[in-house]
C-alpha cells in the first residue's frame, strides 16, 4: 500500500499548492528516532551546541523571504506578522546559544563531606544531564516560533538532547524548508544531520511518542489531541514527561473603577487583542467579566464599534473555520445570551470576528448548560459576560480551569491600594478556583498571599493568580515576550505540567538531576570537579560561586 501525500495546501482558496512528502510508516519513525538517538554523543559538547543554535539562526535569517512567503501561502498569517514571527525565532535560539555558554541550567551543586554533621555528610555533586531524544510536536498558529525551529526545538537541542519533530499539516513545506535549513545548520558546525529529524502524518505521531527511545515530548495544540497524546505517553511501560499546551480561556476581570476611568480604551485593547491573527493566538482573551451599568454599558459599545470595524479574515485550514462556525452558532443559541456583533463566516472562505455578551450569573451557576462559555472557541471570538457586585466575579471565578494568563484592568485608586472595598468582596474567589479544578497553590486552600497590599487590587490579583501562568494588570495577554522571567504554561488544561515553553526556563523540561556521592577527582565529570575547568556557576557548601 503506497504512502499517504502530505499536500500543502492554500487557506485562502482550500486548494492544494503541492505534495511536500509523504506519511512516516512506522519503519520511518523508528529510523528517525534511532539516528537523533545515535547522535546524543555529539551533542555533550556545549560549545558546538551553542554553536549549532547560532549557525541554525543565521541560515534561517538568511533564508527569511522564502521562508515568510512559504509559511504566507500555507497560513494566510500575512508577511508582516510572519516576519515578526521569523525575527522571534531566530533571536530565541540564539538566546538559548547565551544560555548553554552561561552555564547555569546545569545547577551545579557541590556539599562536601561533613562527618561532624548529625547524620554525616558525605561528599555529594549534583547536577543536570539531558534526557536523551525529545519529540516535538508542531503547532499550527506558529508555524516558525512553535514548529519546527521553535521554542520547543531550540531549548532541547540547548539543553543536548537531539529532537524528531512531528510536522503539522498545516504548513508541511514551511517544516520541510525549515528543517533543510536546520540540518544544514548541524552539518555546517560538524554534527551528524540526524539530531534533527521531521516526519508527517497522524499516525506517525502516534508512533513517536511510543517510541522506547523517545524520552520526553513537548506539544502545542488541542486538548482533544494533546491529552491524547499526554494518555499515550503515560501508557508506556517506561512512561515519558509530557509537556503539552492544550487551551486556555484566558479570563479578564474589568472592575467598576477601571471601566469608569477608560472604558472606550478597554474596549479597543480588547477588540485588537482578540482579533490579533483571526483570533488564533493562544492567549487570546476568550472571556471577560466586566460591570453592570453605564461605565461597562460604555465598554460594550466601545468594543462594539472596533470589532464591526474588524476585516473577516482566514483561518489555518478549512477545518478549523467549520469548527469556529459550529463554536460560535452553538454558543449563540444558549439562553440569554446575545451577539452584538455576530462572529461568523465572512466569505467562503473567511471568518468576520464577533463577542456574545451574558449575564455572569448565568455562568456562576453549576449546572446550568453554560459551561460551553467556559471553553476556549478558538477563532476571532470572545465572551463579555456581564456581573452585577463581587461575590459573581468570584462566583465565575471559582468555576474556570487552568489558564495560560489571566488578567486585571484596575482603577488608578485600585492600582495604589488606596480602595476601601470590604474583604469579604472577593474573598473566597481562590478557594474556589481550587475547589472548581484542583489548580489552588500555596497551602492546599487556593489562597495567595496578598504581598503588594490589602486592597481590592491586590484581592483580585490574589484571586487569579490560581487560575493562570501569568497575571496582568492592565495590558492585554496577546504576545509572550522570550526573556528570562516569562513564563508561558499554567494549570491544566492549559499545560500538563507545571514549566514554561517560552523563555531560558524552558531548558528544564529536559534534563534530570543526578548527584554523585564519594565519588574519586579522577572519575568526576567535568562540571561537577573541585578546581571548576569550566569556570560554571555552581553552589558549594551553600555559598554561590564562579
Given at each position: 500500500?503506497?504512502?499517504?501525500?502530505?499536500?500543502?495546501?492554500?487557506?485562502?482558496?482550500?486548494?492544494?499548492?503541492?505534495?511536500?512528502?509523504?506519511?512516516?510508516?512506522?519503519?520511518?519513525?523508528?529510523?528517525?528516532?534511532?539516528?537523533?538517538?545515535?547522535?546524543?554523543?555529539?551533542?555533550?559538547?556545549?560549545?558546538?551546541?551553542?554553536?549549532?543554535?547560532?549557525?541554525?539562526?543565521?541560515?534561517?535569517?538568511?533564508?527569511?523571504?522564502?521562508?515568510?512567503?512559504?509559511?504566507?501561502?500555507?497560513?494566510?498569517?500575512?508577511?508582516?506578522?510572519?516576519?515578526?514571527?521569523?525575527?522571534?525565532?531566530?533571536?530565541?535560539?540564539?538566546?538559548?546559544?547565551?544560555v548553554v555558554d552561561e552555564g547555569a541550567f546545569l545547577d551545579v551543586l557541590i556539599d562536601h563531606a561533613d562527618p561532624a554533621l548529625t547524620p554525616p555528610r558525605p561528599d555529594l555533586r549534583r547536577y543536570k544531564i539531558p534526557l536523551g531524544v525529545v519529540a516535538v510536536y508542531?503547532?499550527?498558529?506558529?508555524?516558525?516560533?512553535?514548529?519546527?525551529?521553535?521554542?520547543?526545538?531550540?531549548?532541547?537541542?540547548?539543553?543536548?538532547?537531539?529532537?524528531?519533530?512531528?510536522?503539522?499539516?498545516?504548513?508541511?513545506?514551511?517544516?520541510?524548508?525549515?528543517?533543510?535549513?536546520?540540518?544544514?545548520?548541524?552539518?555546517?558546525?560538524?554534527?551528524?544531520?540526524?539530531?534533527?529529524?521531521?516526519?508527517?502524518?497522524?499516525?506517525?505521531?502516534?508512533?513517536?511518542?511510543?517510541?522506547?527511545?523517545?524520552?520526553?515530548?513537548?506539544?502545542?495544540?488541542?486538548?482533544?489531541?494533546?491529552?491524547?497524546?499526554?494518555?499515550?505517553?503515560?501508557?508506556?511501560?517506561?512512561?515519558?514527561?509530557?509537556?503539552?499546551?492544550?487551551?486556555?480561556?484566558?479570563?479578564?476581570?474589568?472592575?467598576?473603577?477601571?471601566?469608569?476611568?477608560?472604558?472606550?480604551?478597554?474596549?479597543?485593547?480588547?477588540?485588537?487583542?482578540?482579533?490579533?491573527?483571526?483570533?488564533?493566538?493562544?492567549?487570546?482573551?476568550?472571556?471577560?467579566?466586566?460591570?453592570?451599568?453605564?461605565?461597562?454599558?460604555?465598554?460594550?459599545?466601545?468594543?462594539?464599534?472596533?470589532?464591526?470595524?474588524?476585516?473577516?479574515?482566514?483561518?489555518?485550514?478549512?477545518?478549523?473555520?467549520?469548527?469556529?462556525?459550529?463554536?460560535?452558532?452553538?454558543?449563540?443559541?444558549?439562553?440569554?445570551?446575545?451577539?452584538?456583533?455576530?462572529?461568523?463566516?465572512?466569505?467562503?472562505?473567511?471568518?468576520?470576528?464577533?463577542?456574545?455578551?451574558?449575564?455572569?450569573?448565568?455562568?456562576?451557576?453549576?449546572?446550568?448548560?453554560?459551561?460551553?462559555?467556559?471553553?476556549?472557541?478558538?477563532?476571532?471570538?470572545?465572551?463579555?459576560?456581564?456581573?452585577?457586585?463581587?461575590?459573581?466575579?468570584?462566583?465565575?471565578?471559582?468555576?474556570?480551569?487552568?489558564?495560560?494568563?489571566?488578567?486585571?484592568?484596575?482603577?488608578?485608586?485600585?492600582?495604589?491600594?488606596?480602595?476601601?472595598?470590604?474583604?469579604?468582596?472577593?474573598?473566597?474567589?481562590?478557594?474556589?478556583?481550587?475547589?472548581?479544578?484542583?489548580?489552588?497553590?500555596?497551602?492546599?486552600?487556593?489562597?495567595?498571599?496578598?504581598?503588594?497590599?490589602?486592597?481590592?487590587?491586590?484581592?483580585?490579583?490574589?484571586?487569579?493568580?490560581?487560575?493562570?501562568?501569568?497575571?496582568?494588570?492592565?495590558?492585554?495577554?496577546?504576545?509572550?515576550?522570550?526573556?528570562?522571567?516569562?513564563?508561558?504554561?499554567?494549570?491544566?488544561?492549559?499545560?500538563?505540567?507545571?514549566?514554561?515553553?517560552?523563555?531560558?526556563?524552558?531548558?528544564?523540561?529536559?534534563?534530570?538531576?543526578?548527584?554523585?556521592?564519594?565519588?574519586?577527582?579522577?572519575?568526576?565529570?567535568?562540571?561537577?570537579?573541585?578546581?571548576?575547568?569550566?569556570?560554571?556557576?555552581?553552589?558549594?557548601?551553600?555559598?554561590?560561586?564562579?
Amino acid at each position: 500500500m503506497a504512502a499517504a501525500p502530505v499536500w500543502s495546501a492554500d487557506p485562502r482558496t482550500g486548494k492544494r499548492r503541492e505534495q511536500v512528502a509523504v506519511e512516516a510508516t512506522a519503519a520511518e519513525v523508528d529510523a528517525a528516532v534511532r539516528a537523533a538517538h545515535e547522535a546524543r554523543d555529539a551533542l555533550a559538547d556545549r560549545g558546538i551546541r551553542a554553536a549549532l543554535l547560532r549557525r541554525a539562526a543565521d541560515l534561517l535569517d538568511g533564508a527569511g523571504e522564502r521562508i515568510v512567503e512559504a509559511a504566507d501561502a500555507e497560513t494566510a498569517l500575512g508577511p508582516g506578522r510572519l516576519t515578526g514571527e521569523l525575527a522571534r525565532t531566530t533571536y530565541q535560539l540564539r538566546a538559548f546559544a547565551d544560555v548553554v555558554d552561561e552555564g547555569a541550567f546545569l545547577d551545579v551543586l557541590i556539599d562536601h563531606a561533613d562527618p561532624a554533621l548529625t547524620p554525616p555528610r558525605p561528599d555529594l555533586r549534583r547536577y543536570k544531564i539531558p534526557l536523551g531524544v525529545v519529540a516535538v510536536y508542531a503547532a499550527s498558529n506558529f508555524p516558525l516560533a512553535f514548529s519546527v525551529p521553535g521554542g520547543d526545538t531550540a531549548s532541547a537541542l540547548a539543553a543536548g538532547c537531539p529532537v524528531v519533530v512531528k510536522a503539522h499539516p498545516d504548513h508541511p513545506a514551511t517544516s520541510e524548508l525549515c528543517a533543510a535549513l536546520l540540518r544544514r545548520a548541524a552539518a555546517e558546525v560538524g554534527l551528524p544531520e540526524g539530531v534533527i529529524g521531521l516526519v508527517h502524518g497522524f499516525e506517525a505521531g502516534i508512533e513517536l511518542v511510543r517510541h522506547p527511545l523517545v524520552a520526553a515530548a513537548g506539544f502545542t495544540g488541542s486538548v482533544r489531541g494533546g491529552r491524547a497524546l499526554y494518555d499515550a505517553a503515560a501508557a508506556r511501560p517506561h512512561p515519558i514527561p509530557f509537556h503539552g499546551e492544550l487551551g486556555s480561556l484566558n479570563p479578564v476581570v474589568v472592575t467598576e473603577a477601571a471601566a469608569e476611568e477608560r472604558a472606550e480604551q478597554i474596549g479597543t485593547g480588547l477588540a485588537g487583542s482578540m482579533t490579533l491573527g483571526t483570533g488564533q493566538f493562544c492567549v487570546k482573551p476568550g472571556l471577560v467579566l466586566a460591570p453592570h451599568g453605564p461605565a461597562g454599558d460604555r465598554l460594550e459599545r466601545s468594543l462594539t464599534e472596533a470589532v464591526s470595524n474588524t476585516e473577516a479574515g482566514v483561518l489555518l485550514d478549512h477545518r478549523m473555520r467549520d469548527a469556529f462556525l459550529d463554536g460560535v452558532r452553538e454558543r449563540a443559541a444558549l439562553p440569554d445570551v446575545e451577539a452584538p456583533v455576530t462572529p461568523g463566516a465572512g466569505g467562503e472562505h473567511t471568518v468576520s470576528a464577533g463577542f456574545l455578551t451574558v449575564p455572569a450569573a448565568r455562568l456562576a451557576a453549576d449546572g446550568g448548560g453554560h459551561d460551553l462559555l467556559l471553553e476556549e472557541c478558538f477563532g476571532p471570538v470572545t465572551v463579555l459576560a456581564r456581573y452585577t457586585d463581587d461575590a459573581e466575579i468570584s462566583a465565575v471565578l471559582a468555576r474556570l480551569p487552568g489558564n495560560l494568563t489571566a488578567t486585571l484592568q484596575l482603577g488608578a485608586a485600585e492600582c495604589a491600594g488606596e480602595d476601601g472595598v470590604p474583604d469579604a468582596a472577593v474573598a473566597g474567589a481562590g478557594d474556589g478556583a481550587e475547589a472548581g479544578d484542583g489548580s489552588g497553590s500555596g497551602d492546599g486552600t487556593g489562597r495567595v498571599a496578598s504581598a503588594g497590599g490589602t486592597g481590592r487590587g491586590a484581592r483580585l490579583l490574589a484571586a487569579l493568580t490560581p487560575l493562570a501562568g501569568r497575571v496582568l494588570v492592565n495590558g492585554w495577554p496577546t504576545g509572550v515576550a522570550v526573556a528570562p522571567a516569562q513564563h508561558h504554561g499554567g494549570p491544566y488544561p492549559a499545560t500538563t505540567s507545571t514549566a514554561t515553553s517560552v523563555g531560558g526556563t524552558a531548558i528544564e523540561r529536559w534534563l534530570r538531576p543526578v548527584v554523585y556521592q564519594d565519588t574519586p577527582p579522577a572519575l568526576l565529570p567535568p562540571e561537577l570537579r573541585e578546581d571548576n575547568p569550566l569556570k560554571l556557576p555552581r553552589r558549594v557548601d551553600g555559598r554561590a560561586e564562579r
